[in-house]
Structure formats: C-alpha cells, structure tokens
C-alpha cells in the first residue's frame, strides 16, 4: 500500500512555492520522493526555498518565473524540454489575496487576483499538459481552491471568482485530460496559518470566527495540507478526476 503513495522518480513543478502553503507542498512531494521545481516571481525568494530543501537532503530544482506571463512561462517550459525535466505532477498553487469590497475595488486590481489565482492555472496547466498528452505517460494537476470555491465572504470578491473558477477549470481540465490518464484535481484548505493571513489571525474577532466556523475549532497548517497533494499526486488516486478536496476542518459540513 504504501507504494501507492511513492513519488520516486517522478517530477513535480509548484507554482508560488518560495514560501507558505506552497513551500509546505514541496517539502511534503520531496518526502514522498519526488524531484521539485520551487518557482516564485523572484529569485531571491526562490533561492533560499531551494537552498532549504536542498539542505533537507532532497532534489530541488528552482526557476523564478511570472506564471501569469504566456512568454515567461513558455520560456520556463523550452528550459525544462532542453533540460529533458519532464513534469509529472503540476501543482498550480500560486495565488493573492486582496481584500477591498466590490464597490471600490479597482479594474486593475481585480484584473490582478484573477490573473494570478485563476489564469495562471490555464496558462501553466496547459503546458504541462501538452507535455504529458505527448509524452503518453499521463500525469496528475493539482489545482489549489479554497473555501471560497463553495462560499463567499464580504471584501474577497475577485479571489472568491478566482477560487469558485478553479473549482470548474479543474473540472474542464479532467474532462479533457481523463482520456490521456491525467488526473486533475484541487484542494480547498480552509483557513490557514499564512503569511497572506495574517491581517485575519491578528484580528481577534475573525480568529475568533475560524474557531467557531470549524469542528476543529482551530485555524489549519500549512504543512497539514501536504497529505492530500502527495495522495494526488499519487498511485493512489488514479481513479480520482475532477474532485476538490476539502482540508478544512469541517468547516463546509456543518451548520
Ligand atoms: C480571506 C482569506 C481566505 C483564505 C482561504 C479560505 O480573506 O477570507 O484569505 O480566502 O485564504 O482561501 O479557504
């Protein structure tokens, strides 16, 4: 059985890696035995992230990109086919927040998240997938959604469109890439000690509503997300297509 979770020999890229819930997904694909690719949109936060892993004794390769510019990830793509890396497993992870209610929200701005948190999806998704159709071998996308996939909050309007697009893009991409024996898949953690939230865990009264909101009664980590992309990423959910997977405590199963 737990062959069926062995990543050895297989290689992963991570968007938005460098830091947060998506560095926590390449430790957790290197402890299963896959090669990651860290990207950022700055090499000097990729390096370190390179440099950490690779301290931890794992094969950990970088490339700073913007995954929300077709030339930029074109080029990362044309390295990777010279370099003969070829990408097994795709965890589109990238992602902002920013939170200004709907009225006074500015074009560029939502333009922005949805750029990032949604486009970016298609836009390396793609790539990677026509690497894999050709290639014969199948492969695994994982994208990565959020409670707000399913439910709204006021002030999150562009990253809640976002989120509610990856859930039906993951949806569009296992219909289309099923037949090739690619796999695509999302997570949608709840709310996670990160970085990007900090503003909410600093807020007594929004900490106070996480804890309430969820069975668990406690804000999740990032590392607590690593399971479920290493069993998507995995043997073990080859019959599993178009599904988002929910690690948030239980928040969306109760009243
Ligand atoms: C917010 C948060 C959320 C969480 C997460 C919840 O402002 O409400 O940023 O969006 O990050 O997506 O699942």
Do not use: C
């Not at 490339?63 to 795709?90: C, G, M, P, Q, S």
């Not at 014969?136 to 909050?153: F, H, P, Q, Y």
């Not at 976002?162 to 893009?169: H, P, Q």
């Amino acid at each position: 059985m737990s062959s069926l979770f062995d990543l050895t020999g297989r290689t992963a890229l991570i968007t938005g890696s460098a830091r947060g819930i998506g560095f926590s997904l390449a430790r957790g694909l290197a402890q299963a035995g896959a090669r990651v690719i860290i990207n950022g949109t700055r090499e000097e936060t990729v390096a370190p992230a390179v440099a950490t892993l690779k301290s931890e004794g794992f094969d950990i390769l970088g490339r700073a990109f913007d995954v929300t510019n077709e030339t930029d990830v074109a080029a990362a793509f044309k390295a990777w086919d010279d370099a003969e890396v070829a990408i097994d497993i795709l965890i589109n992870n990238a992602g902002i927040q920013f939170r200004k209610p709907l009225v006074e929200l500015g074009l560029a701005d939502w333009q922005r998240v949805i750029d990032t948190n949604l486009t970016s999806a298609f836009i390396v998704g793609k790539e990677a997938a026509r690497r894999m159709i050709a290639r014969g071998n199948g492969g695994k996308v994982i994208n990565i959604g959020s409670l707000t996939s399913e439910g709204a909050r006021p002030t999150v309007g562009a990253y809640t469109a976002a989120k509610g697009g990856i859930k039906m893009l993951t949806r569009a991409m296992s219909a289309e890439w099923g037949p090739f024996d690619i796999q695509a898949n999302a997570i949608g953690p709840g709310y996670i000690l990160t970085d990007m939230n900090k503003p909410l865990i600093d807020d007594a009264r929004f900490d106070a509503w996480v804890k309430s909101s969820n069975p668990s009664q406690r804000w999740g980590k990032p590392d607590e997300l690593a399971g479920t992309a290493v069993y998507l990423a995995s043997a073990a959910s080859s019959y599993v297509n178009g599904q988002i997977i929910f690690v948030d405590g239980g928040w969306l199963s109760v009243l």
